[in-house]
């Protein structure tokens, strides 16, 4: 069973602060991971990927892969009230399909 | 230039009844995969379609069923509907060349059977 696992939260820092979200992953067979963002009753959107070992970094989000250690971490410096939201982590499964395997989501509440 | 589009947004059916739901991708991608998202879990994957055929399919009975046009559009249909098929149906567009593989989600059918 290939299985994605994340903290459920809710995760709560103030505004200003670096939310640090994290994620393991079972199968080491995966290619790439996927951070995506979703705001309650909206559909998933697309934050960042990574499938190198080490940091990627975009604006105010670092995502951080290490495939050794099966564990893949999204890092939001100067967070904002409008982060708030459910982030899922999710694992690119390849082969004759592309499918993505999502953990459950960690809900960020950023206070003003 | 449109993102993934589906329709209808809501949709309210009884047990037992039969349901469309339809996708349109992105411009210039080719692959649309379904994803069925419960209350409070992460997307699960239903069936991803390419080349009009379906490429494969995660753990769902065979009540769901898609189609995928040449225009690269999708369908999914559920028959026999349950009370647990209510969930948000995310239709998920890509392009197959795409080395990194990413995929844009639409925004989404909510279904909820009674």
């Known amino acids: 069973q290939k299985e994605v696992e994340q903290n459920s939260g809710p995760l709560s820092v103030p505004e200003g602060a670096i939310a640090s979200l994290n994620c393991t992953y079972s199968?080491?067979?995966?290619?790439?991971f996927f951070w995506y963002r979703q705001y309650s009753g909206k559909s998933p959107e697309l934050i960042m990927f990574?499938?190198?070992?080490g940091d990627k970094e975009d604006g105010r989000f670092t995502a951080q892969l290490n495939k050794a250690s099966q564990y893949v971490s999204l890092l939001i410096r100067d967070s904002q009230p409008s982060d708030s939201a459910t982030y899922l982590c999710?694992?690119?499964?390849?082969?004759?399909?592309?499918?993505?395997?999502f953990g459950t989501g960690t809900l960020l509440a950023v206070q003003p | 230039d449109a993102g993934v589009t589906q329709s209808p947004t809501h949709l309210i059916k009884t047990r037992g009844q039969q349901v469309t739901l339809r996708c349109s991708p992105k411009?210039?991608?080719?692959?649309v995969s379904w994803y069925q998202q419960a209350l409070g879990q992460g997307p699960q994957f239903i069936f991803q379609?390419?080349?009009?055929?379906?490429?494969q399919r995660g753990n769902f009975p065979d009540r769901f069923s898609g189609h995928q046009f040449p225009n690269y559009s999708s369908e999914l249909n559920v028959n026999a509907l349950l009370l647990g098929d209510s969930a948000l149906y995310l239709c998920?567009?890509?392009?197959?060349?795409?080395?990194?593989?990413?995929?844009?989600f639409g925004p989404g059918t909510r279904l909820t059977v009674l």
């Open positions: 379609y390419y080349e009009e055929e379906e490429r």
């Open positions: 411009s210039g991608h080719d692959t």
């Open positions: 199968d080491r067979g995966s290619q790439s």
């Open positions: 998920a567009s890509s392009f197959l060349g795409n080395l990194n593989n990413e995929q844009f």
């Open positions: 999710a694992a690119l499964y390849g082969g004759a399909t592309n499918k993505l395997i």
């Open positions: 990574i499938y190198s070992n």
